[in-house]
């Protein structure tokens, strides 16, 4: 027979930890709803933090290639950088479609969150390109973007660049953006800029609206009982729902989850940034 879980509290550097109470029969059932919640939505919004981190490494690579010295393999790192960002955004846009449908349904899925990417698509011509160049290179080729960086006596010019004209030689439908009828050099530095900021502010709002209210029972419920073995216990101990103790010899053994003490937080959906919905569109989406 299993043993019941129980409440406890644990000190860094300490062997074991201290039992506050067992369960109640609502707690225990509750717990693997809970548990399986959280787990779930961590895996899906792992990606996001992800994309926040490719993206930071992005950035600080553009700030040293604006110093005049010229770095190892400056145009390899700037696609590999360039390309890890990109895959990271799509993978965010691509899993929490699943997870949205798997927590709303199909049909809300295709409502709601599809109808929240074509709005950003229309309303952010960066955002629709990256989504179209997604699907060109599944279709067509990996088109690596030109690399050049002047170091002149007061000045660095830095331009990293794709070729509307390159683009144009494929036979391809640019389902969500207009690319601009007469040639142009797209900026992959500023677009990859615009891009970051929809996937950061506007999903940010997206998924508060969506999995706040899904989340909170969780995330109640195990704020509760971290404040309860914060009370007992004291600050420096931490929440575990201990499954097995033991002591035999001196020696103490113990199994014990770790679940979040602050769910909400730890995903991103608290003290949600007001999304900067400023003018992003490049000066040719008017053409």
């Excluded at 949205?100 to 390109?129: M, P, S, T, Y």
């Excluded at 677009?191 to 909170?216: E, G, I, N």
């Excluded at 033991?246 to 995903?267: C, I, N, R, V, Y």
Aim: proline share 5%; glycine share 4%; with cysteine.
């Amino acid at each position: 027979m299993a043993e019941a879980l129980r409440l406890g509290a644990l000190k860094e550097g300490h062997p074991r930890p201290i039992v506050i109470r067992a369960l109640n029969s609502s707690e225990c059932e509750a717990f693997p709803l809970f548990t399986a919640q959280a787990v779930r939505a961590r895996n899906c919004f792992m990606i996001c933090k992800i994309v926040d981190r490719n993206f930071a490494e992005w950035n600080r690579h553009i700030k040293r290639l604006l110093q005049p010295e010229h770095l190892i393999e400056e145009e390899l790192e700037s696609d590999r950088l360039l390309m890890n960002f990109w895959a990271s955004a799509r993978a965010q846009i691509d899993h929490c479609r699943i997870y949205f449908r798997e927590v709303h349904g199909r049909e809300k899925q295709k409502v709601e969150f599809n109808g929240f990417i074509d709005r950003l698509c229309a309303q952010d011509w960066a955002f629709g390109f990256f989504q179209d160049l997604r699907d060109f290179a599944l279709h067509h080729a990996i088109t690596f973007p030109s690399f050049r960086k002047t170091v002149g006596d007061k000045s660095i010019v830095l331009a990293i660049e794709l070729q509307t004209a390159d683009l144009k030689k494929f036979e391809h439908r640019w389902r969500y953006c207009r690319l601009p009828e007469h040639d142009e050099a797209l900026d992959l530095i500023k677009l990859t800029s615009l891009y970051y900021m929809r996937l950061r502010d506007d999903f940010q709002t997206f998924f508060t609206k969506w999995f706040v209210p899904h989340l909170a029972p969780a995330h109640d419920f195990f704020a509760r009982l971290a404040n309860e073995v914060g009370g007992a216990a004291g600050p420096d101990y931490k929440m575990c729902l201990i499954t097995k103790m033991t002591s035999e010899g001196g020696k103490h053994a113990f199994s014990a989850q770790f679940p979040p003490l602050d769910l909400l937080g730890d995903l991103g959906l608290r003290n949600s940034p007001k999304p900067q919905l400023g003018a992003t569109m490049p000066k040719f989406r008017e053409s």
